[in-house]
């Protein structure tokens, strides 16, 4: 193992803290710092195809592979897990671990979660976007015909390894769609990241250990952060759903396939939110061309019309798929906009004219 290892730790109550170990060659000893903190229990290990090829010996014994995709995440899969969990008779110290991306991961999570009215569970995630986002807070759950993650559970990982060299492997699109949910964070309250990220994202994308190595620290630190002070996203949580009320009804619209990745949606819906806040006179349009701008120089998605066979569809129909996000309430939607980089807010207060527009000259392009 590597002696380069940085550790985020994540504070929450009734000892329930848990770590984020950060550093490359974690991965080879995964099962070694698992013992390390835990009585010797027996594992469990959930992975994506993609995973297969960083699984260590020690993972092989019990281990379950998923099919590909946001598929994964569907009742009919689900059930085929936990038959598999429960026919290995597993106790109160049978340990599930998640290895692979965030579909895995939410997967796992929730099955962990569920079988036996609550098993802990380990996140080791492999793509970037997992390490910097879904790994981190215990959300867990699977998609339904009526949305995304509307049936899950927050369950809390009792550790989370992150190997940074699992990315070498990663196809330069699965990078880009984790580098926009590492954006998000500067994007949500970090004006000083967005800075450094403008100088360094070039470096992150090309995978130099020393800018993956701080870019997936600072942005684990700041998703700790939040879910420290509102693990249940009664309000300061929210905050991390930046561009995500687009993007699931962008991924709805695609029915969670391949046309694009939920990083893809997410730059997607940013470039969305800037926009509309823009139009509302919320945000200096100077600094939503910087953010757009941004995204755009390193090639992630910023126009609907970059999807490939995305389906023709009205604003208005698109709205109406944000209606069925859990981001509801009180039968009103509910937005992340921003005043600036580094300043996003939690509103139902909408134009909804602006929002319209902003969805029509996506799609045009």
Not at 123 to 139: E, R
Request: with cysteine; glycine share 8%.
């Amino acid at each position: 193992m590597s002696e380069d290892v940085n550790t985020v730790h994540v504070t929450l109550d009734q000892d329930r803290d848990y770590d984020i170990l950060i550093g490359s060659g974690l991965l080879r000893d995964a099962a070694g710092l698992i013992a390390q903190r835990f009585d010797t229990r027996r594992l469990l290990v959930i992975a994506d195809p993609n995973a297969q090829g960083h699984l260590p010996r020690d993972f092989n014994k019990d281990l379950l592979v998923l099919e590909e995709g946001e598929s994964a995440k569907s009742f009919v899969a689900l059930e085929k897990t936990l038959h598999w969990i429960l026919d290995r008779k597993p106790d109160r110290k049978t340990l599930i671990v998640a290895l692979g991306g965030g579909v895995v991961g939410d997967h796992a999570g929730f099955a962990a979660a569920i079988a036996l009215r609550g098993l802990d569970f380990v996140q080791v995630p492999t793509t970037l976007l997992a390490q910097v986002d879904s790994s981190v807070g215990g959300k867990t759950g699977i998609n339904s015909t009526q949305g995304k993650n509307l049936i899950g559970a927050f369950h809390q990982p009792k550790l989370v390894i992150i190997d940074t060299d699992t990315l070498s492997t990663l196809p330069d699109r699965q990078m880009k769609a984790g580098y926009s949910e590492m954006v998000k964070y500067a994007f949500i309250s970090d004006k000083n990241f967005f800075t450094w990220l403008s100088k360094n994202g070039a470096n992150v994308l090309a995978r130099d250990k020393a800018a993956l190595d701080y870019a997936i620290t600072i942005s684990c630190t700041a998703k700790a952060k939040v879910v420290a002070a509102d693990e249940r996203e009664a309000g300061l949580r929210a905050l991390l759903n930046f561009g995500h009320t687009f993007a699931h009804a962008l991924e709805a619209a695609c029915q969670y396939d391949r046309r694009v990745l939920h990083g893809e949606a997410v730059s997607i819906g940013m470039s969305l939110a800037f926009d509309a806040s823009a139009r509302m006179g919320l945000c200096p349009q100077a600094e939503a061309e910087t953010a757009i701008s941004h995204m755009r120089t390193l090639g992630l998605l910023t126009r609907i019309s970059e999807i490939q066979g995305f389906p023709e569809m009205t604003a208005d129909q698109l709205i109406d798929l944000m209606g069925n996000d859990k981001k509801v309430s009180g039968g009103k939607l509910t937005f992340i906009l921003t005043r600036g980089i580094g300043e996003a807010f939690v509103t139902q207060d909408v134009d909804m004219d602006a929002v319209r527009q902003s969805l029509i000259l996506s799609a045009k392009g």
